[in-house]
């Protein structure tokens, strides 16, 4: 294939075995529109000189982008849902290469920064143990179910599985017939099983936890712990690229939706957009810090000096959580953007 010079643009449909590839020259003309075995891929790049290159960040896109940084490239990675507007008529992978290299080209265009291995290699430990704590979920669910079909009902927690493996087993007599026993053993023991893994993972998430110096600064905040610090550590990055709290709370996807139109100002609920796993994460850290402020304190949410708490009297626990967690991202934006540790606010009367 002849190569041209020319090429200042390249936009690459990504896949997994055929890319596709639209290039362009200085003046926008088409100068490159072919498909590329993987294999050929970066012998195709190492002849030409250093351009622009864009793909969506999908499945193998951190790798390849930083297999053509290595030849000199400039890669940059965005979003599949901002590229869409660019795709015209019809589906094709020459016009997603197309509305591809177009996308990348716009000044206004939010690029997602291309990590390094050690980053992607935390979020598998982070992507492993979410998929084995569902799988645990759905197991205990299982069990419960059908020791249900059987008037054996338990508690909620794991003394309550505890108690419905004490009956399978034949701890706690044999009224659960023999053929039930012979299928919610397995499930019993799946259950142990996931536990341990998911241990081993967090063992590991730990360990590297201990190594990195902004995930320990962020576990001084209220409601992170190292889960959640790993987690926002290598899937934030450089936090520089958000210029305040909010935008970082935005780009999780805590903030209100905005539905302004005709000079007024219209904010609704969160939407589903932004990442999914830290809101998960976050809100959950919220959840927790209710759980011990409920224990710890015997006044009525209204009541209640906290800022959650008279958030909670006035909208309820979920959308207090919520806003906890929006309160929490902005903090863990400060630490990490300007250093130090988290620091309880002092209030009216610890000052005076």
């Given amino acids: 294939m002849k190569i041209s010079t020319k090429i200042k643009t390249i936009g690459i449909d990504l896949a997994k075995n055929v890319f596709a590839i639209h290039g362009i020259d200085e003046h926008g003309r088409v100068v ?16 030409l000189e250093p351009c622009l290159i864009g ?45 591809i290299c177009e996308a990348v080209t716009r000044p206004t265009m939010r690029f997602v920064p291309v990590k390094n291995e050690e980053q992607q290699s935390v979020l598998v430990l982070h992507r492993a143990r979410d998929l084995l704590v569902r799988q645990r979920t759905q197991t205990a669910n299982t069990m419960r179910a059908l020791c249900g079909e059987f008037g054996f009902v338990a508690a909620k927690g794991k003394l309550g599985l505890a108690a419905l493996n004490a009956v399978v087993d034949g701890e706690a ?85 905005s539905r302004s139109s005709g000079g007024k100002e219209r904010l609704g609920a969160i939407s589903k957009q932004g990442n999914r796993y830290l809101r998960r994460l976050l809100v959950q850290g919220a959840q927790s810090l209710r759980s011990a402020r409920t224990r710890s304190s015997t006044k009525t949410p209204a009541h209640n000096p906290c800022w959650a708490a008279r958030v909670e009297g006035r909208r309820g626990a979920k959308i207090a959580a919520v806003a906890q967690a929006n309160k929490t991202a902005r903090i863990a934006w400060s630490v990490l953007a300007r250093g130090g540790i988290y620091r309880k606010p002092e209030t009216t009367a610890t000052a005076a």
């Fill in 32 to 47: 490159a529109r072919c498909e590329l075995r993987r294999a050929r891929l970066l012998g195709f790049f190492a002849k």
């Fill in 173 to 257: 007599g044999d009224r659960l017939p023999k053929l039930a026993k012979a299928g919610l053993r397995p499930l019993g023991e799946r259950l142990c099983e996931l536990t341990r893994l998911i241990r081993q993972i967090e063992r590991e998430i730990l360990i590297w936890h201990r190594t990195n110096e902004d995930s320990q600064r962020l576990t001084t905040i209220p409601g992170i712990g190292p889960i959640n610090a790993t987690a926002l550590v290598v899937s934030a990055g450089d936090v520089s690229r958000f210029s305040c709290g909010r935008d970082f709370s935005a780009w999780i996807g805590l903030t209100p939706q």
């Fill in 55 to 99: 793909m969506e960040a999908s499945a193998g896109a951190h790798y390849w982008a930083r297999e053509l940084e290595k030849i000199g490239h400039d890669v940059r990675l965005m979003p599949a849902s901002y590229v869409k507007p660019y795709v015209k008529r019809g589906k094709s992978d020459a016009r997603d290469a197309e509305a």
